[in-house]
Nanobody, 125 residues
Framework: QVQLVESGGGLVQAGGSLRLSCVVSGRTFRSYAMGWFRQAPGKEREFVAAISWSGGNIYYADSVKGRCTISRDGAKNTVYLQMNSLKPEDTAVYYC??????????????????WGQGTQVTVSS
């Protein structure tokens, strides 16, 4: 069973930064495309960023482009989301997701096979 565990969330002031991490269990991390999504209270889950299994393709939502960087470390089975210049509207639970079988990066939640439990990010004004 593949498990994804996020960490790094917290409370930060507007303009601050956070780095989220997601550790993936198992020996097949290198074959997964990875994505970050978020869900704010009362809203649907939305795409934030994604990276292909090789790291060669990366996509960002327009709302975070230029402020966030997704990266992956195969040696640590970990995907990161560096978030800078945070805004109150970035407040949400952030989830990482894995898409198996040497997939490309994807922005639709339905294309992912495994999900973490989420980590809360709160940005105060």
């Amino acid at each position: 069973q593949v498990q994804l565990v996020e960490s790094g969330g917290g409370l930060v002031q507007a303009g601050g930064s956070l780095r989220l991490s997601c550790v993936v269990s198992g020996r097949t991390f290198r074959s997964y495309a990875m994505g970050w999504f978020r869900q704010a209270p009362g809203k649907e889950r939305e795409f934030v960023a994604a990276i292909s299994w090789s790291g060669g393709n990366i996509y960002y939502a327009d709302s975070v482009k230029g402020r966030c960087t997704i990266s992956r470390d195969g040696a640590k089975n970990t995907v990161y989301l560096q978030m800078n210049s945070l805004k109150p509207e970035d407040t949400a639970v952030y989830y990482c997701a894995a898409r198996k079988s040497y997939s490309t990066a994807a922005s639709l939640a339905d294309e992912y096979d495994y999900w973490g439990q989420g980590t809360q990010v709160t940005v105060s004004s």
